[in-house]
């Protein structure tokens, strides 16, 4: 099965952390609070403003975003667990530090 979101709503997956602390603690999962950034898996159309034009989605597939720790329904689709939620509940997208990753080399 295939799920396409209307208007502004955006599906995201949840991008689990490390259940280690950088010190090297192991968190317990009941101690885990739930990740608030996810990768987009599938974004509607656009919304409609007063005059009936499509407005375009500022979020697209596969990008890495940051949202609220309350924003969204969960739902189960064909086993896996995703977030639906409207785009204006997006906080921002995450983009790779494409300096630190060379400096690293």
């Not at 090297?24 to 007063?50: F, L, M, S, W, Y």
């Not at 005059?51 to 969204?72: A, Q």
């Amino acid at each position: 099965m295939k799920f396409r979101p209307l208007h502004d709503r955006v599906v995201i997956k949840r991008i689990e952390e490390e259940p280690r602390t950088k010190g090297g603690i192991i968190i317990p999962d009941t101690a885990k609070e739930k990740p608030q950034q996810g990768e987009v898996i599938a974004v509607g159309p656009g919304a409609r403003n007063d005059k009936g034009e499509l407005i375009p989605m500022g979020v697209k597939v596969g990008d890495r975003v940051l949202f609220g720790k309350w924003s969204g329904t969960e739902v189960k689709i064909e086993g896996e667990e995703l977030l639906i939620m409207k785009e204006s509940d997006i906080m921002g997208i995450l983009e790779p530090d494409v300096g630190a990753a060379a400096k690293a080399a």
